[in-house]
T-cell receptor, first 112, second 111 residues
């Protein structure tokens, strides 16, 4: 059982470039979320999804897009990367509302 | 909106000393979850508390949920170097779907 898989693990982007962070889970979880982690800021919610075709914004959604076409996949798109988006990004999934979250290994993104 | 606050932000202890981190919410929580993140790793679920006044133990770790369901604590007895990491509490976000995390308490244990 792979759990939650994130790719890539590391990425360096130039300002203005776009890219997609991939997240896949094989636990048939309905809920998936994206968080960013910055020093001293904890985990901040970017976007989340409660099922295929349903997404919503979290605390810090600006500059990011998501879609959920399948239960398994929840990609995060950076439209035009900025240095302020340098961070560690975690994808998480859970069975449903209030259930424990399973996290991926994270993607460390640097925007120069 | 609902906020989850944790104190302290950092704690440095000698091995064998006790450690406590506190979590406070601005609103009543339906449940609270605790996670541990080792340096360079990802958050890993530790426990969930649901009932008012609930106390749960996992070996040297004791978790409490306040009577008003607005605060929680994690206490580690006789810390070990393996306890090093950041401990997060989390409650449901305003939407009621995703988790809202506190900023975490980073624990450093010196042998």
């Amino acid at each position: 059982n792979a759990g939650v898989t994130q790719t890539p693990k590391f990425q360096v982007l130039k300002t203005g470039q776009s890219m997609t962070l991939q997240c896949a889970q094989d636990m048939n979880h309905e809920y998936m979320s994206w968080y960013r982690q910055d020093p001293g800021m904890g985990l901040r919610l970017i976007h989340y999804s409660v099922g295929a075709g349903i997404t919503d914004q979290g605390e810090v959604p600006n500059g990011y897009n998501v879609s959920r076409s399948t239960t398994e996949d929840f990609p995060l798109r950076l439209l035009s990367a900025a240095p302020s988006q340098t961070s560690v990004y975690f994808c998480a999934s859970s069975l449903g509302r209030g259930y424990r979250a399973f996290f991926g290994q994270g993607t460390r993104l640097t925007v120069v | 909106g609902q906020q989850v606050m944790q104190i302290p932000q950092y704690q440095h202890v000698q091995e064998g000393e006790d450690f406590t981190t506190y979590c406070n919410s601005s609103t009543t929580l339906s449940n609270i979850q605790w996670y541990k993140q080792r340096p360079g790793g990802h958050p890993v679920f530790l426990i969930q508390l649901v009932k008012s006044g609930e106390v749960k133990k996992q070996k040297r770790l004791t978790f409490q949920f306040g009577e008003a369901k607005k605060n929680s604590s994690l206490h580690i007895t006789a810390t070990q170097t393996t306890d090093v990491g950041t401990y997060f509490c989390a409650g449901l976000s305003n939407s009621g779907y995703a988790l809202n995390f506190g900023k975490g308490t980073s624990l450093l244990v010196t042998p």
